[in-house]
């Protein structure tokens, strides 16, 4: 069954550093997206991606998060300056259409120290 | 803006037994998709049913099984048979062509041997 895959699956960073955390949808895959779960909370939308441009973007993704599609396989986040805060897991997601719900990779967790 | 609420924080149940996690959604919209999601200790997201908001009919997928009542906007879904593999974390969600899935906070579900 195709996957959604993420590397690194955990990532430690000093407060200040940038990171960028990597996916790679599914091949045939159009829409991208990005989100979040803070631990012991609830999974929040940060951004979604299609047809090379950001369709939407949550107020959690200020001017620190950027997100790009370099080649036809990766999809990247990247958090310039990262906070204690930034501390969460980080999901990628991508679908063909909405009826089949998303794909899920396994998750990036990032720990800010 | 659309909203899902599920209930019950955490649920135990003896293994082979049936079980009912709740959720309850809020929206003005006709056309959508509801989801329930899996997130097991590895903390990956996988999806294990959907149901479309214009099918009266209820979705099933082997042991799990919703029962969608659009009027009263309630999406619940039934684990039987349960299993020790069905130990996780369960988020009911929600989609719409904004484009974004809306989870509700989860429920933690402990199988019991």
């Known amino acids: 069954e195709p996957e959604v895959t993420q590397t690194p699956s955990h990532q430690v960073t000093q407060m200040g550093q940038e990171v960028i955390l990597r996916c790679v949808p599914i091949?045939?895959?159009?829409?991208f997206y990005w989100y979040r779960q803070i631990l012991g909370q609830k999974v929040e939308f940060l951004v979604s991606?299609?047809?090379?441009?950001?369709?939407?973007k949550s107020e959690i993704f200020d001017d620190q998060f950027s997100v790009e599609r370099p080649d036809g396989s990766n999809f990247t986040l990247k958090i310039r300056s990262t906070k204690l805060e930034d501390s969460a897991m980080y999901f990628c997601?991508?679908?063909?259409?909405?009826?089949?719900?998303?794909?899920f990779g396994s998750g990036t967790r990032l720990t800010v120290v | 803006a659309q909203t899902v609420t599920q209930s019950q924080p955490e649920m135990s149940v003896q293994e082979a037994e049936t079980v009912t996690l709740s959720c309850t959604y809020d929206?003005?919209?006709?056309?959508?998709?509801l989801f329930w999601y899996k997130q097991p200790p590895s903390r990956q997201m996988i999806l294990v049913i959907r149901?479309?908001?214009?099918?009266?009919q209820n979705a099933t997928e082997n042991r799990f099984s919703v029962n969608f009542q659009k009027a009263a906007k309630s999406f619940s879904l039934k684990i039987s048979d349960s299993q020790l593999g069905d130990t996780a974390m369960y988020f009911c969600?929600?989609?719409?062509?904004?484009?974004?899935?809306?989870f509700g906070k989860g429920t933690r579900l402990h199988i019991l041997p």
């Open positions: 997601a991508s679908r063909l259409t909405g009826g089949d719900g998303y794909t």
């Open positions: 091949s045939n895959h159009l829409y």
């Open positions: 991606f299609y047809n090379n441009e950001i369709s939407e």
């Open positions: 929206t003005s919209e006709n056309n959508y998709y």
């Open positions: 149901q479309e908001a214009y099918k009266q």
């Open positions: 969600a929600f989609w719409n062509r904004d484009d974004k899935i809306i």
